[in-house]
């Protein structure tokens, strides 16, 4: 079983920056790719990046030039550096998980709200 925390969602203002972080932990048998979900009220979970074992790197159209997704393969962790906070950026953002054997996990999920 593999156990996934996220850490630094929070309340910012339009134009700010926050940085996620997913740490996976447990039984892993090794992980081939992380990312990273969005959810906002109403609407359905949806990708926002991610990133292979390779490094190779996923962004969709609406954060690209905004949002960074980078690991630490060593420490099982990823990181999403969110820069130029927009409003409709608001959302729970979930951590994935996929193993090298197809199982995949989700965390927790971590808030993001951006307002004035």
């Known amino acids: 079983q593999v156990q996934l925390v996220e850490s630094g969602g929070g309340l910012v203002q339009p134009g700010g920056s926050l940085r996620l972080s997913c740490s996976a932990s447990?039984?892993?048998?090794?992980?081939?790719?992380m990312g990273w979900y969005r959810q906002a009220p109403g609407n359905r979970r949806a990708s926002v990046a991610g990133i292979t074992d390779g490094g190779t790197t996923y962004l969709e159209d609406s954060v690209r030039g905004r949002f960074t997704i980078s690991r630490d393969s060593a420490k099982n962790t990823a990181f999403l550096q969110i820069d130029s906070l927009k409003p409709e950026d608001t959302a729970v953002y979930y951590c994935?998980?996929?193993?090298?054997?197809?199982?995949?996990?989700w965390g927790q999920g971590t808030q993001v709200t951006v307002s004035s």
């Open positions: 447990g039984s892993i048998a090794g992980i081939y790719f």
């Open positions: 994935n998980v996929v193993e090298r054997g197809g199982q995949t996990y």
